[in-house]
């Protein structure tokens, strides 16, 4: 199991930029695929992205490709996500999940149920 604390939630305007940060407890955070989902009010929670444990590969929702990248630094325990062009329905609770082992296959890593650890959540909200 890893704990994960996220940060650099917040308020932006649209077209606007934030970065989030994830970071992880433990010696084993290069064994961990990371996804970043997110959940509005009153929606399910959904993914955005996914980075395999090396950070070669990355996959994204169709919803932000182009405009958020996921990124890692395993030397910090760290995961992040930069978000470019902020729209105002990208306006969201963002969550940063964590799974032992490679980056799962599609569909199965879109599934929030694929990764059994999970930050508390930082809110970032997209004014118009």
């Known amino acids: 199991q890893v704990q994960l604390v996220e940060s650099g939630g917040g308020l932006v305007q649209a077209g606007g930029s934030l970065r989030l940060s994830c970071t992880a407890s433990?010696?084993?955070?290069?064994?961990?695929?990371m996804g970043w989902f997110r959940q509005a009010p009153g929606k399910e929670r959904e993914f955005v992205t996914a980075?395999?444990?090396?950070?070669?590969?990355?996959v994204y929702a169709d919803s932000v490709k182009g405009r958020f990248t996921i990124s890692r630094d395993n030397a910090k325990n760290t995961v992040y996500l930069q978000m470019n062009r902020a729209k105002p329905e990208d306006t969201a609770v963002y969550y940063c999940?964590?799974?032992?082992?490679?980056?799962?296959?599609?569909?199965?890593?879109?599934?929030?149920?694929?990764?059994?650890?999970w930050g508390q959540g930082t809110q970032v909200t997209v004014s118009s």
């Open positions: 999940a964590a799974k032992l082992g490679p980056l799962s296959r599609s569909p199965t890593y879109l599934a929030a149920s694929d990764y059994p650890d």
């Open positions: 433990g010696r084993t955070f290069s064994s961990y695929a």
């Open positions: 980075i395999s444990r090396s950070g070669i590969n990355t």
